[in-house]
């Protein structure tokens, strides 16, 4: 029997072909049943000295944001940087897709792109593109784990049973509990609803790997930090990725430049909401925008419904 070919399921065949390309079949079970996973740095995938190049710019922006030269074997410090939220020993580098094309090759990378099709089905889009700089001290959350789900709750605390976002961190620098690695708490993305105060954390687990690995999770699953006991940076590059229905976090979609658009793929596009035709004023939807970027799969969707339209009105009306 011929799995991948299934007619009923054409729009996620692709998706489940570049799994299986991309030998990411353990990482998506490990997503299924723990809410996380860890994808080392040869299934990453990136080009040779990439990891180096996105480190060295990650430190060149703090740089320019913040006023303070770091190094990675050496604590920080926030400098003049203002943007919140931010302690003593962290603070987060905001809209990256904006200062460096390198964000832009990232963001392509085919092993983030693949887990991020599988846990939006393909309907993802980039909500944030960030880099969290941490060194020695309590961190954000003032010593506590600071368990939290990524996808936005509801009033009552609860959540959709289905993945709203998809997180992953690509680790600059190694990630162990003394050098305050993320925690997760194990299948925890099955509750549908965010944690109490004070539960999970005897269930939280430091997630370790070495730097060039990419954790990635479900947003509902309960996650927070260890604190930096360690000397030296904690450095990662985090892309969140929200499906097409949510408000994103950073403003892509007037953000981007046509230059960035006409460099990438229409798969970079469709992440930076270059086809979404919402927020319209009195001229309407651009819906030649959204059709130019719009995927494969939905134009085949939309030509399949038009003709059956057109059918339904060119046959006679049935006299009784
Ligand atoms: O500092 C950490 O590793 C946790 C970050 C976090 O909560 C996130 O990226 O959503
Ligand atoms: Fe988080």
Not at 1 to 16: A, D, L, R, V
Not at 201 to 210: C, F, G, L, S, Y
Not at 286 to 300: F, Q, R, T, V
Request: contains cysteine.
């Amino acid at each position: 029997m011929q799995f991948g070919e299934f007619k009923s399921t054409e729009t996620i065949n692709p998706i489940y072909k570049r799994i299986k390309e991309l030998e990411l079949e353990q990482h998506i079970l490990d997503l299924d049943t723990y809410g996380f996973t860890v994808i080392p740095p040869e299934k990453v995938a990136a080009p040779d000295g990439f990891l180096e190049r996105i480190t060295e710019t990650v430190l060149r922006i703090a740089k320019e944001r913040s006023g303070v030269e770091l190094k990675l074997d050496e604590n920080g410090s926030v400098g003049t940087y203002k943007a919140q939220p931010q302690t003593g020993s962290q603070y987060l580098l905001y809209y990256l897709l904006m200062a460096d094309p390198i964000f832009e090759e990232w963001l392509m990378n085919p092993t983030l792109y693949t887990i991020g099709c599988y846990l939006l089905h393909g309907q993802q889009q980039l909500s944030s593109l960030v880099s969290f700089v941490k060194w020695k001290g309590d961190g954000l959350m003032g010593g506590s784990l600071g368990l939290h789900t990524d996808s936005p709750p509801d009033r009552d605390g609860r959540l959709p049973t289905c993945s709203d976002i998809s997180n992953a961190a690509y680790c600059l620098t190694d990630y162990t509990e003394e050098n305050g690695c993320i925690a997760m708490v194990p299948g925890s993305h099955r509750y549908a609803r965010g944690p109490n105060p004070g539960e999970g954390i005897k269930d939280a687990v430091p997630v370790e790997a070495p730097k060039g690995s990419l954790i990635a999770w479900h947003g509902n699953t309960w996650h927070g930090a260890y604190p930096k006991k360690t000397d030296g940076l904690r450095l990662n590059v985090t892309t969140y990725m929200c499906h097409k229905r949510i408000k994103t976090q950073e403003q892509y979609k007037q953000g981007v430049t046509q230059e960035m658009l006409d460099r990438n793929p229409p798969e970079f596009a469709r992440l930076v909401g270059a086809d979404d035709m919402m927020g319209w004023n009195e001229s309407g939807p651009d819906i030649a925008k959204m059709m130019k970027y719009m995927s494969p799969e939905n134009k085949k969707l939309i030509a399949e419904r038009m003709s059956e339209m057109a059918k339904a009105t060119s046959e006679p009306a049935e006299v009784s």
